[in-house]
């Protein structure tokens, strides 16, 4: 398992992203997983710069482990912002046309069907979303 903890800022989505695909690249994971792992970071990261400690800013922890029953990546993303769940969020509706739908739900709704699993706890004052993704069955 590996930590970075940083501060929970926009700017250091690029860190967090380089952080992550380094473990990636060693296990010769698929570029189309990476990606789709790119995104998620990029989605729940930048939700936990955007809000969590609004107008404040505030650290976050992310951490990436890798399981070998199947052999998957586990990305957590830890923060003591305001508690939010985002899987308890309405889905959007994307029968809708873009000028149609209201705004946001869309990056998580995105996040939640491109990983294998995605979790939400909250504990001792910190949001804990993890996001897991199989790499080989």
């Given at each position: 398992?590996?930590?970075?903890?940083?501060?929970?800022?926009?700017?250091?989505?690029?860190v967090v992203t380089d952080?992550?695909?380094?473990?990636?690249?060693?296990?010769?994971?698929?570029?189309?997983?990476?990606?789709?792992?790119?995104?998620?970071?990029?989605?729940?990261?930048?939700?936990?710069?955007?809000?969590?400690?609004?107008?404040?800013?505030?650290?976050?922890?992310?951490?990436?482990?890798?399981?070998?029953?199947?052999?998957?990546?586990?990305?957590?993303?830890?923060?003591?912002?305001?508690?939010?769940?985002?899987?308890e969020e309405a889905e959007?509706?994307?029968?809708?046309?873009?000028?149609?739908?209201?705004?946001?739900?869309?990056?998580?709704?995105?996040?939640?069907?491109?990983?294998?699993?995605?979790?939400?706890?909250?504990?001792?004052?910190?949001?804990?979303?993890?996001?897991?993704?199989?790499?080989?069955?």
């Open positions: 398992m590996k930590e970075l903890t940083l501060a929970a800022t926009v700017e250091n989505i690029g952080f992550v695909g380094e473990r990636l690249e060693k296990m010769n994971c698929p570029m189309k997983i990476q990606t789709q792992i790119n995104i998620a970071i990029d989605e729940i990261f930048g939700n936990i710069a955007h809000y969590a400690y609004t107008p404040e800013t505030g650290m976050a922890t992310v951490r990436v482990e890798i399981d070998d029953d199947p052999l998957s990546v586990i990305v957590t993303f830890i923060d003591g912002g305001v508690p939010y769940n985002p899987l959007p509706d994307i029968t809708l046309s873009a000028e149609e739908r209201s705004l946001g739900g869309l990056g998580i709704f995105m996040v939640k069907k491109s990983m294998d699993e995605m979790t939400y706890r909250h504990e001792n004052g910190k949001n804990i979303l993890s996001i897991r993704k199989i790499l080989r069955s």
